[in-house]
């Protein structure tokens, strides 16, 4: 059996570390908030290339952190993909705002700037012949105004931000960059998180930098969003305890998963390398495939794969074959998230984001992980090509 994510033999290679660093933890007592944190974000800030890295509890908290953090509510749209994980919409509508959803480019997976610039013309205009819009808020689409959006560097690529960053200053919207998946990977010379006005980022254990928990981080530039950003996490906390200077969340990052990711981060960018290498050699051995189409990693990028997604026509075909011979494999997404019953009140219909709807019949993700063998996968690109 191949393992899709393989976290036991990573942890092999850094048992002793990791016990070492959680046995500290348990010497010194300090379970919230430790010293581990504050490690850990300095790293992780000076890794980035941004000035501030604020831990908190999960990826998802990151996006609400950094969405409270720029006072969204009732009245703003904030754009994003409908192919990616349901936090990233989520965090808009549970802070009253409106998700407005913008097709993929078919290669890369992530929001296509051209449609981009089509979805705030439409709502600018209140005109959705120009592009789909939500229609179940048509009648209130007056009162709607863009306020930012939120990219997702899908899979472990990152978005084009060349293009997508001067769309958003032209407009006058924040950009923050949703690297749950995208961790580690980068974007003409710059590392992702750093490639928005926030940058946010999960650390759930599949994850290519993954705790043994629930974790995240947001990072930004910026010293008011920084104290801001740490204000939020901890119950909108001011000078002290039980000075809250606003609303906040219970958003803190876990000392002990701070000590594990501390362990893990020593061989991090070991890993991305190992998974690229990973990456190349299922890329060449499934060339000759005429029905499969491998993913696509566009010059001056560096991919973190978070996974390896094929398109194939044939996509239930390959998945029996593997699983046959006991491989896993994995849809991300079955379901474009404007067509998922929680965003149902938008009015979205099927055929209004053609290239997500495509893609999520067709796509399949095969097992990615550091420590994959050349063998392994040699054996499963022949059973791709014999299916």
Same mark, same amino acid.
């Not at 189409?293 to 978070?306: I, L």
């Given at each position: 059996m191949i393992p899709f994510i393989d976290?036991?033999?990573?942890?092999?290679? !850094?048992?002793?570390? &990791? =016990? /070492?660093?959680?046995?500290?933890?348990?010497?010194?007592?300090?379970?919230?908030?430790?010293?581990?944190?504050?490690?850990?974000?300095?790293?992780?800030?000076?890794?980035?290339?941004m000035k501030h890295c604020i831990g908190c509890a999960s990826g998802t908290d990151a996006l609400l952190i950094a969405l409270m953090a720029m006072d969204v509510g009732p009245g703003d749209a904030v754009f994003t993909t409908p192919f990616t994980f349901i936090?990233?919409?989520?965090?808009?509508?549970?802070?009253?705002?409106?998700?407005?959803?913008?097709?993929?480019?078919?290669?890369?997976?992530?929001?296509?700037?051209?449609? !981009?610039?089509?979805? &705030? =013309? /439409?709502?600018?205009?209140?005109?959705?012949?120009?592009?789909?819009?939500?229609v179940a808020i048509s009648q209130e689409l007056s009162s709607i105004t863009p306020k930012g959006m939120i990219s997702v560097d899908l899979f472990g690529l990152s978005c084009d931000y060349d293009?997508?960053?001067p769309i958003a200053r032209r407009e006058g919207l924040f950009v923050i960059e949703d690297a749950a998946q995208g961790f580690g990977g980068e974007y003409k010379g710059k590392r992702a998180c750093s490639l928005a006005d926030i940058g946010c980022t999960s650390f759930f254990p599949a994850k290519p930098l993954g705790c043994y928990g629930d974790g995240g981080a947001v990072f930004v530039d910026s010293d008011e969003l920084g104290k801001k950003f740490a204000s939020i996490r901890v119950h909108g906390n001011g000078g002290h305890k039980y000075d809250n200077?606003?609303?906040?969340?219970?958003?803190?990052?876990?000392t002990l998963q701070a000590a594990i990711l501390n362990a893990k981060f020593d061989i991090f960018p070991q890993e991305i390398n190992l998974r690229n290498q990973v990456a190349s050699k299922y890329t060449k051995l499934?060339?000759?495939?005429?029905?499969?189409?491998?993913?696509?990693?566009?010059?001056?990028?560096?991919?973190?794969?978070?996974?390896?997604?094929?398109?194939?026509?044939?996509?239930?075909?390959?998945?029996?074959?593997?699983?046959?011979?006991?491989?896993?494999?994995?849809?991300?997404?079955?379901?474009?998230?404007?067509?998922?019953?929680?965003?149902?009140?938008?009015?979205?219909?099927?055929?209004d984001m053609l290239v997500s709807e495509d893609c999520s019949k067709r796509i399949f993700s095969l097992p990615m992980h550091p420590y994959l063998e050349d063998n392994d996968i040699e054996r499963i690109c022949r059973i791709i090509d014999s299916a």
């Open positions: 976290l036991k033999t990573q942890f092999k290679h !850094l048992e002793k570390d &990791i =016990r /070492a660093r959680m046995d500290a933890v348990f010497e010194h007592g300090k379970y919230i908030m430790g010293p581990e944190v504050k490690e850990l974000e300095g790293k992780l800030a000076a890794f980035v290339g936090a990233t919409a989520e965090v808009i509508s549970l802070m009253g705002a409106t998700p407005i959803f913008v097709d993929i480019d078919p290669k890369t997976f992530n929001m296509d700037p051209d449609n !981009l610039q089509l979805a &705030i =013309r /439409a709502l600018k205009r209140r005109d959705s012949s120009i592009y789909p819009l939500p293009r997508i960053n200077t606003r609303i906040g969340l219970n958003a803190r990052l876990d499934l060339a000759p495939c005429p029905t499969l189409h491998a993913p696509c990693v566009p010059e001056g990028y560096k991919s973190a794969w978070a996974q390896y997604s094929v398109l194939s026509d044939r996509k239930k075909q390959i998945q029996r074959a593997l699983k046959e011979k006991g491989i896993p494999t994995a849809v991300y997404y079955p379901k474009p998230l404007h067509l998922q019953t929680a965003f149902s009140y938008l009015g979205y219909k099927e055929g």
